[in-house]
């Protein structure tokens, strides 16, 4: 594994701006000194993409900050390269690091919708509400020519049962057939992921992921054919977008948005030296401003993994923000009703048998 060294300049349209050794990894390779290798050069970094051939398919959430019981991914690693994003450290798993090969080595699970048919053909499985993008977001881009995440919903179709999805990409709209047929049976609930509503803001943040203005447009178009969409606020990063919430939250409202949520910023493992060496080229008039009020969230540390607070943080400057949230959600009627997944109508089908609907 080669650690790249850290360039003088931004590296545009990518979040990670280095590859740090995978911590599992007993041995390394780094540029100890850069300016004494004449032949070292930085190509292009084209995304690979590699099949999974696991014979399971949902993951068991047991994080009692997260309201489903099961999550589903069907990738592994995220194109849209958002720096801050807490996935980067399962990607140590793969045997990858959570920098750039976080953004361009892509694992694939292309048997995805067939282990959740089995799984849902099963005995042992009882109906419950299942996670889409729990980890990495099902809609990245490799999903227009996989049509994972497609499948995955048709087979939540078939046996009626319910599914959350969260995502960052307008890509979700090439689904709205299936998205209208499992809100006819209040099986679906969508939240968009909007981090603020500058939009320079977002091209540094996360490179390659929808516009917010699209994002909005994903909340309008699902709430006018009766889906039931939420906006997700996160993660609130101190001194950069977290004077941005009202603006988010209003604009959520006004395109449709029924529901909210935010999380704090949390830099653990990886992504604490990942996200410091991004901001420090990004904002460097401001970068350790920004480092200090992380920490001050956290206890003085930038990451906090202990339940109940590492979503939210604590001390004075995350009252603050709690307080705004809830403010701003009563000013623009946000959850006000708590929308209830229907379970009642589950079928269990036999395998390779479809429901006529």
């Not at 209830?340 to 609907?357: A, C, H, M, T, W």
């Amino acid at each position: 594994m080669i650690q790249q060294e850290q360039p003088k300049e931004l590296v545009k349209g990518r979040g990670a701006q280095s590859n740090p050794s995978n911590r599992f990894h007993a041995e390394a390779y780094a540029i100890e000194h850069p300016e004494a290798i004449d032949d070292w050069e930085k190509e292009k970094i084209n995304t690979e993409y590699f099949q999974e051939s696991g014979k399971t398919v949902l993951n068991k959430v047991t994080s009692p900050d997260i309201p489903l019981a099961y999550s589903l991914n069907p990738y592994q690693g995220c194109e849209h390269g958002c720096v801050y994003c807490y996935a980067r450290n399962s990607h140590e798993y793969w045997g990858f690091s959570a920098g750039v090969d976080f953004e361009s080595k892509i694992v694939v699970k292309r048997r995805a919708p067939e282990l959740l048919r089995e799984l849902f053909s099963s005995r042992k499985w009882q109906p419950t509400p299942i996670s889409l993008s729990g980890n990495t977001d099902c809609y990245q881009p490799i999903e227009r020519k996989m049509g994972i995440t497609r499948k995955i919903l048709e087979v939540c179709l078939d046996y009626k049962n319910p599914v959350g999805i969260i995502t960052k990409n307008a890509l979700i709209l090439r689904d709205l057939d299936l998205l209208q047929e499992l809100a006819k049976h209040n099986l679906v609930s969508v939240f968009t992921s909007i981090t603020s509503m500058d939009e320079d803001l977002r091209r540094k943040l996360e490179p390659r992921t929808s516009k917010y203005t699209d994002r909005l447009k994903i909340i309008e178009t699902l709430s006018k054919e009766g889906i039931h969409c939420g906006v997700m606020n996160a993660p609130i990063i101190p001194g950069l977008n977290d004077n941005h919430m009202y603006e988010v939250l209003r604009r959520s409202s006004m395109a449709g948005a029924k529901s909210a949520g935010y999380t704090m910023v949390r830099l653990n493992g990886a992504i604490g030296p990942i996200f410091k060496d991004w901001l420090s080229l990004t904002f460097p008039d401001r970068a350790q401003k920004v480092w200090n009020l992380i920490s001050d969230a956290h206890g003085g540390d930038v990451n906090d993994s202990r339940f109940g607070v590492r979503m939210k943080g604590e001390g004075n400057l995350a009252e603050m923000i709690e307080q705004q949230f809830k403010l701003y959600c009563r000013q623009f009627k946000l959850n006000e009703e708590k929308f209830e997944y229907n379970i009642s109508d589950f079928v269990k089908l036999r395998p390779g048998q479809l429901r006529l609907f």
